[in-house]
């Protein structure tokens, strides 16, 4: 019988809850007991634990957010939290953790998978900024929110001969922009990992006056940045515990210059959290759930620090390690698609 502690760290995203309950079903069919640990990483520190059982986890795969709670807690950060997490991992009995997150939360994974810990990995975000896998879950979902938003902000746009700037999330990796902005037929979207130039972005408004079309949706990450400002734009000046700043800010500042450069009407709309929030799509269920039977099968099979992974249709196992050294940014051979449509 082994007992396993299942966290969810970082942002929340669509899908962790149709994760817990994959781990908690596939881990009672071993046998084992699951226990939530409380708020990520903070959890543990405190040792705020939930039981997780059969009954806790019925009705929850549909639902948005995170039954366990969530928090950006660094316990790196401070070697005295160290201590007292291992602590509560000896005293809850616990004998491997099912970390869910994103580089931050998986990062700390894979320093106590060094320590000894073990430890295996879920990939989450709906930013799909992970590298070793094709898709993380969550990212399906924001698409879909984003996708929509585009649509309806089309015929308004439309109506009015508006140019409309859409904001959407993306720290450092313009995945939601770029995949919705193709689904939703943007005609301009600017990215983290391609720093823009204002001028060209209002050139390609402007061709499009020429064809007669009197309106254009330019969508935006967050973290995207023209190519003569030496900053991305943020909220405050605060960073959380693992150094990131609160972006945001860049639509209207870009909205601002292209109602001065081409004196057209122009509105921004910032997408913000309601992309992390509500239920999950179908795809965003099916990726969570193969997500947490795999990492149980890890588990079974003594295959401490790695992560559960898509690559191509297969689910597989990849080091925590190659997961969390560098970034996943977008294909620019998919940017490419997407430029196709810009100024037309
Ligand atoms: O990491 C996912 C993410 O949604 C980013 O796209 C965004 O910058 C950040 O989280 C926002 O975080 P918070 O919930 O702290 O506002």
Same mark, same amino acid.
């Not at 254009?216 to 734009?233: F, L, Y």
């Given at each position: 019988m082994k007992k396993i502690g299942i966290l969810t760290g970082g942002g929340d995203c669509p899908g962790l809850n149709a994760a817990i309950r994959a781990i908690v079903r596939k881990a009672l069919r071993n046998k084992w007991v699951t226990i939530g640990i409380k708020n990520g990483w903070k959890g543990l520190i405190e040792g705020d634990m939930i039981p997780l059982t059969d009954h806790d986890v019925s009705g929850i795969l549909p639902k948005g957010g995170t039954i366990l709670g969530t928090s950006r807690t660094n316990p790196f950060k401070n070697e005295e939290d160290v201590g007292k997490l291992i602590k509560n991992i000896k005293k809850f009995g616990i004998d491997a953790i099912v970390a869910i997150g994103g580089e931050d939360t998986l990062g700390v994974a894979l320093k106590l998978h060094k320590m000894g810990i073990p430890v295996v990995g879920l990939p989450k975000t709906i930013d799909n900024d992970l590298s070793g896998t094709d898709f993380t879950f969550g990212f399906d979902t924001a698409v879909s929110i984003v996708t929509e938003a585009i649509d309806r902000l089309h015929t308004t746009a439309e109506s009015h001969q508006r140019v409309i700037v859409v904001e959407v999330m993306g720290r450092h990796a313009g995945w939601i922009a770029t995949m919705a902005g193709i689904a939703g037929g943007a005609d301009e979207i600017l990215i983290p990992e391609k720093p823009f130039d204002i001028d060209e972005v209002c050139n390609n408004i402007k061709a499009r006056y020429k064809i007669g079309k009197t309106f254009?949706?330019?969508?935006?990450?967050?973290?995207? &940045?023209?190519?003569?400002?030496? &900053?991305?734009?943020t909220q405050t000046k605060e960073v959380d515990e693992f150094g990131h700043v609160r972006l945001g800010g860049i639509g209207h500042l870009l909205g601002e210059e292209i109602k001065n450069r081409l004196g057209v009407d122009t509105r921004v709309t910032v997408l913000g959290h309601v992309q992390r929030g509500g239920t999950p799509t179908a795809y965003d269920r099916v990726l969570a759930t193969r997500f947490g039977i795999a990492a149980i099968e890890l588990i079974e099979k003594n295959e401490h620090g790695k992560m559960v992974a898509l690559q191509g249709n297969k689910i597989v196992p990849v080091d925590l390690e190659h997961a969390v050294s560098k970034l996943k940014t977008v294909d620019m051979d998919l940017y490419k698609i997407a430029e196709t449509f810009f100024g037309r």
């Open positions: 254009s949706i330019v969508v935006v990450s967050e973290g995207a &940045k023209p190519r003569d400002w030496d &900053k991305i734009v």
